[in-house]
């Protein structure tokens, strides 16, 4: 199984979808195995972010993310990665919601590039980077969900 990092962003919990991600999360059949709603000093936000420092939108972006409550998670599935940034409808060059995919959570929640709801881990190394920031090893929780053979298609599969 593979592993991601999602986000909720201070946007997100100010517009109460909280429940609505984590349900979409759910319903696809991604496991939560890390959960916190959590305010994020400037100095956890600029490590999470530290890959765009410099970039134009560097220092909006970490107060931005820095100014409210968010909540973070480590999810684990089959293609976790690819899987959740498609439920979050964008990459990294299509943030906004206006132009994000029907369907998803930026497409049908999100107006803006800047407030854009969520994010999530683009590749396996920004994974290894990003999970430890927010979790230690003893929060994480892997675990089967008793529907599990119904999501992929029995225990001999895939």
């Given at each position: 199984?593979?592993?991601?990092?999602?986000?909720?962003?201070?946007?997100?919990?100010?517009?109460?979808?909280?429940?609505?991600?984590?349900?979409?999360?759910?319903?696809?059949?991604?496991?939560?195995?890390?959960?916190?709603?959590?305010?994020?000093?400037?100095?956890?936000?600029?490590?999470?972010?530290?890959?765009?420092?410099?970039?134009?939108?560097?220092?909006?972006?970490?107060?931005?993310?820095?100014?409210?409550?968010?909540?973070?998670?480590?999810?684990?599935?089959?293609?976790?990665?690819?899987?959740?940034?498609?439920?979050?409808?964008?990459?990294?060059?299509?943030?906004?919601?206006?132009?994000?995919?029907?369907?998803?959570?930026?497409?049908?929640?999100?107006?803006?590039?800047?407030?854009n709801l969520v994010?999530?881990?683009?590749?396996?190394?920004?994974?290894?980077?990003?999970?430890?920031?927010?979790?230690?090893?003893?929060?994480?929780?892997?675990?089967?969900?008793?529907?599990?053979?119904?999501?992929?298609?029995?225990?001999?599969?895939?």
């Amino acid at each position: 199984m593979e592993r991601t990092f999602a986000m909720i962003k201070p946007d997100g919990v100010q517009r109460r979808l909280i429940g609505r991600v984590i349900t979409r999360i759910e319903e696809k059949g991604l496991h939560i195995i890390g959960l916190k709603f959590t305010q994020l000093p400037a100095t956890k936000v600029k490590e999470l972010y530290s890959i765009h420092k410099g970039k134009g939108f560097y220092d909006g972006l970490v107060d931005f993310i820095a100014s409210g409550p968010v909540v973070v998670m480590a999810l684990e599935g089959k293609e976790a990665i690819k899987i959740w940034r498609t439920l979050m409808g964008g990459t990294a060059n299509k943030t906004s919601g206006r132009e994000a995919e029907n369907a998803s959570i930026r497409g049908d929640y999100g107006m803006s590039k800047g407030f854009n709801l969520v994010h999530g881990s683009d590749s396996p190394e920004s994974v290894a980077r990003e999970i430890p920031i927010f979790f230690a090893s003893d929060e994480l929780v892997t675990w089967k969900h008793a529907d599990h053979v119904w999501i992929y298609e029995g225990p001999e599969r895939e």
